[in-house]
């Protein structure tokens, strides 16, 4: 898989392309800022992005608003060492799809970005939507909405498991 890394440290980017080597996800671009992370996304339109939040010119959460104008299902994970509840919660509402603390732990960090580039699939909503959908049970706006309430349930649960100490953020 195609990988994008954007942050403005270089040194975690050489860190991160570190922890890539020898992995079947490939880096194919890096940018320094939020700016650099749409362009770079519609030139290279890679797999996967890697964003820090917190960058000069343009933070990482109004770059992940950009990517996802170019390309909604662009698939983004965004990554802070200063990452509070509300940084957390408020990337998820805004498309990420998920989150992770600096510094990595190669494992870790290559779990969820496996996971996230091929999903395992699961009938939830979208897929039993969808047969609904097929069979003239539903229409499309009640697919989408049922769609809606499923990724704000998920945003919930993921605050709640922060608020338990089960995910740290």
Known sequence: SRVLLVDDSRVMLRMLKKL?????????????????A????????????????????????KALEGILLVDPSAKVIMSSSLGTKEKVVESLKKGAKSFLMKPYEREDLLRILRATVRPAPEPGVKFFGQFLLERGRINREQLLEAVRLQESVNVKLGTLAIDRGYLSA
């Open 38 to 61: 749409i362009e770079s996304f519609r030139r290279l339109n890679p797999d996967l992005v890697i964003s820090d939040i917190v960058m000069p010119d343009m933070d990482g959460i």
């Open 20 to 36: 890539l080597e020898g992995t079947e996800l490939v880096v194919v671009g890096e940018a320094h800022s939020g700016g650099e």
